[in-house]
């Protein structure tokens, strides 16, 4: 009986062609099935590869191309016999282990899916999730090193002198110096006028205003002004500006901010465009009215004056490009109408005597733009 269970001797089987890994000779060679792959050529010594270290290689239409996990990474075995690849297969159980399954392209697509799914909401709720909670903490050098790069690219822009006429200058200081105290904000806040006939104002990173004339020209009375500076106060009081920036400029700006390297590489050229070019958000806009109300209020002025100046810029629908009053600031009658429910009787001294308005509109000179 225990003659019947042993094991039939291994049968050699026809030859095929095996390439040893060290050199690239083409070996003609026998093989052998027992208890594991034995290789073998005509005076030389076997080679024999275990059965669960056998891989499957990329070959032609009818042959069976074989490599070994333990023999050097190009030995190949070339197998043309379709019963013998027939019959190692079935002994090669780990023969496409490292070969893509469906199973393993499914695991592909899905992590795939994954990591696009995690970059959307990177960029939906981790980059401003950040930058609402960074903003206020950037340091105000750090701040102020981007907005005078920034300046720069206003300046560049809308004209690099700042309208410098004596009693126009002391009118506006007057305003600013009114309105700043009322927000809050330390005397590090500059503002100045550029001589430019675009009806537009910024607010940028440091503490820095800028008023560009073809709004003054427009405005009709202090007031009128002081509602729109208000407005872009609230965006410094808020931080608008530098959280716009962490946003717009995404995880390179945010990595660069984090490590100190906002002067280096394109940040601040990035920083600088993004601040001519970048709008508020909704809320931010919304917040920054809300600012502005509370200013004038402070100062027993009415903020509807600013909103109808802005509405004599954009009109109903508003304007595009750089006629509006900055693309960052859209218009709507919903706008007008709630500046018009914050209206009340004026209760404060008037922020400029009619003298000192005549000369804050004439600040940029007589000369054309």
Not at 7 to 18: L, N
Not at 42 to 60: F, H, L, N
Not at 199 to 206: D, E, Q, S, V
Not at 313 to 340: C, F, Q, V, W, Y
Request: proline share 5%; net charge neutral.
């Amino acid at each position: 009986m225990s003659d019947l269970l042993t094991e039939a001797p291994a049968q050699p089987v026809r030859p095929t062609i095996f390439f040893d890994g060290t050199s690239s000779r083409r070996r003609e060679v026998t093989l052998t099935l027992g208890d594991a792959l034995e290789i073998l050529e005509d005076g030389a010594a076997p080679v024999r590869w275990a059965y669960a270290d056998i891989r499957r290689a990329d070959s032609p239409a009818g042959v069976l191309r074989l490599a070994s996990t333990s023999a050097p990474s190009l030995a190949r075995l070339e197998i043309r016999d379709a019963a013998l690849a027939a019959d190692l297969t079935t002994r090669c159980l780990r023969l496409d282990e490292h070969r893509t399954t469906r199973g393993g392209v499914a695991k592909i697509v899905g992590w795939s899916v994954a990591a696009a799914v995690s970059i959307v909401c990177v960029v939906l709720f981790g980059v401003p999730l950040a930058a609402d909670r960074l903003a206020p903490l950037v340091p105000k050098p750090v701040e102020r090193r981007i907005g005078d790069a920034a300046e720069v690219q206003m300046k560049a822009l809308f004209g690099r002198k700042v309208c410098e006429d004596p009693a126009g200058k002391a009118a506006f200081t007057k305003l600013v110096n009114r309105l700043r105290d009322a927000a809050g904000l330390d005397d590090s806040m500059t503002a100045g006028v550029l001589p430019t006939s675009v009806p537009n104002a910024f607010a940028l990173p440091g503490g820095k205003v800028f008023v560009l004339k073809g709004l003054l020209d427009k405005a009709e009375t202090p007031d009128e002004l002081a509602g729109i500076l208000a407005h872009e106060l609230g965006h410094l009081k808020h931080h608008d500006n530098m959280r716009g920036l962490i946003y717009n400029g995404g995880t390179s700006f945010l990595i660069g901010l984090l490590f100190g390297d906002v002067t280096g590489s394109s940040a601040v050229i990035f920083a600088s465009r993004s601040l001519v070019e970048a709008s508020y958000s909704r809320e931010a806009e919304t917040g920054a009215d809300t600012f502005a109300i509370e200013i004038m209020h402070a100062l027993g002025r009415s903020p509807k004056p600013a909103a109808e100046l802005m509405f004599r810029i954009t009109g109903k629908e508003g304007g595009s490009g750089l006629t509006n009053i900055l693309a960052s600031h859209p218009l709507t009658e919903d706008r007008l109408a709630r500046m018009t429910k914050e209206d009340r009787p004026a209760s404060g001294a008037p922020l400029l005597t009619d003298k000192e308005w005549q000369a804050l509109k004439g600040i940029c000179g007589s000369g054309k733009v």
